[in-house]
Structures are given as C-alpha cells and as structure tokens.
C-alpha cells in the first residue's frame, strides 16, 4: 500500500485545512486508517481514526470538535478536515493504514505510512 498525504500549508489561527490521503496498491489492506502528527521534539501522536464501514471513530481530545475525519472507500481516499486551527496544532501530519478493523491507537500498530505533509498555524 502506497500512501500519499496532501493539503497541508501555512494558515492563521483559526483558520481552515483539508488534508488528504490518497491509497494505492493493495487498498483491502486499508481497513483502519488514521491520522498522525508529530511536533519538533515530541512523540507521534494519533489524531483520529476511522475504520473502513465508518463503524467505529476516534479522536484525540484535543481535537474532537475542530478535527472531522472521512473516507471514500471509492476514491481509496482519507480525508482531516480541520478547523478552528490552534498555533499548537502546527506539526507534520501523517496518514496510516492497517489491515486490521479496529481503531489502533499507536503508530507501532500501523504497517502502512505516508510521506507526511507540513502544518503550519501561526498565531
């Protein structure tokens, strides 16, 4: 499985961005993905998550209520689209995938990584 994260940039405080990640190859493996981030110096961290059916959702509390994760199984697409965008939410975004159909809540658990793309909020 081939991940390939887009939409990141520069934006204001509480300003908007819709982050994409495009699958490829084998997408069955696909089952759960989710969303990463990971700040200069800190641990990588799970923003959300969602399974392949929607069944199951998951976000991080610092994000639940700005932050909305999608899929279009169709379009072997994972979408975050964030809003009400903090200073602190500045970090490196990563998409991931695991076969696996269940919310996975550390990066240890995920097989399949994109590139990561660049947010960058300014105050």
């Known amino acids: 499985v081939q991940l390939v994260e887009s939409g990141g940039g520069l934006v204001q405080a509480g300003g908007s961005l819709r982050l994409s990640c495009a699958a490829s190859?084998?997408?069955?493996?696909?089952?759960?993905m989710g969303w990463f981030r990971q700040a200069p110096g800190k641990e990588r961290e799970l923003v959300a998550a969602?399974?392949?059916?929607?069944?199951?959702?998951w976000y991080s509390a610092s994000v639940k209520g700005r932050f909305t994760i999608s899929r279009d199984n169709a379009k072997n697409t994972l979408y975050l689209q964030m809003n009400s965008l903090k200073p602190e939410d500045t970090a490196v975004y990563y998409c991931?995938?695991?076969?696996?159909?269940?919310?996975?809540?550390?990066?240890?658990?995920?097989?399949?990584w994109g590139q990561g793309t660049q947010v960058t909020v300014s105050s």
């Open positions: 991931a995938a695991d076969p696996q159909n269940r919310i996975l809540f550390f990066a240890r658990d995920y097989d399949y």
């Open positions: 190859g084998r997408t069955f493996n696909t089952d759960v």
């Open positions: 969602i399974t392949r059916s929607e069944s199951e959702i």
